[in-house]
């Protein structure tokens, strides 16, 4: 599924509930708003804790399967850590950390701030050979700070998706190549699209969806 079909597939259900038309402007910002909120969903949104629960209902380290949803945006990058400060910052597309290891894959362990005395003085665990980093607003802060490299895995942003056009007689007609298509395999996209009209009033559940690209794939509008 492309960008051209997600945005064919919205049009006929708007178009079906009779509720005006969906311009291209209109479906893009939707259709990344609804984008967010599902990459928001497999990672553990906050809002599934509950007191009592250290996770979420659905985050990504769960599964197999959530993990294999995430896929397209599971990523590598080599950090280059400041010899002098221990830290490296984040990259620029970066929203959670996967895992860190070392070059010779060994693993970089997580650290809260509030037991970092307790690692970094540890006699049994020392950090100069079991390395540890914590979280800071701007970048990664690794202990050694002569660690030197890093290899970060990481989840990504899901680049925006943007359905492109030329005006031909006044009318949007679909421009492939300079549209931006979707990372996500046909079964997250419906997720999406789903999530996308009921942002604007229309909620529909995923055998709706289904039903509406069959027909829209069948009646080639």
């Not at 079964?187 to 289904?210: H, M, P």
């Amino acid at each position: 599924m492309n960008v051209n079909d997600m945005y064919r597939i919205c049009q006929f259900a708007v178009n079906k509930a009779q509720n005006g038309y969906l311009t291209p402007s209109e479906f893009n910002l939707i259709i990344n708003q609804a984008q967010v909120s599902y990459q928001d969903y497999l990672l553990g949104e906050f809002q599934q804790y509950q007191y009592g629960r250290p996770q979420a209902r659905i985050n990504y380290s769960q599964n197999e399967n959530i993990r294999q949803r995430l896929s397209p945006l599971i990523t590598q990058a080599t950090l280059n850590i400041n010899g002098t400060s221990g830290e490296a910052p984040y990259p620029a597309d970066y929203v959670q950390a996967d895992a860190i290891t070392t070059t010779t894959l060994k693993r970089v362990r997580y650290v809260q701030q509030d037991a970092l005395y307790s690692y970094y003085n540890s006699e049994i665990d020392p950090i100069a050979t079991n390395p540890i980093y914590l979280l800071e607003p701007t970048g990664f802060q690794f202990y050694p700070v002569t660690l030197g490299i890093a290899i970060l895995t990481y989840v990504k942003d899901a680049p925006q998706i943007v359905w492109a056009y030329n005006l031909v007689s006044g009318r949007p007609v679909y421009d492939s190549g300079a549209s931006v298509q979707p990372v996500w395999d046909n079964v997250d996209l419906l997720e999406i699209i789903a999530r996308g009209l009921k942002l604007i009033g229309l909620n529909l559940q995923d055998g709706q969806v289904q039903q509406y690209a069959n027909q829209v794939t069948q009646q080639g509008q």
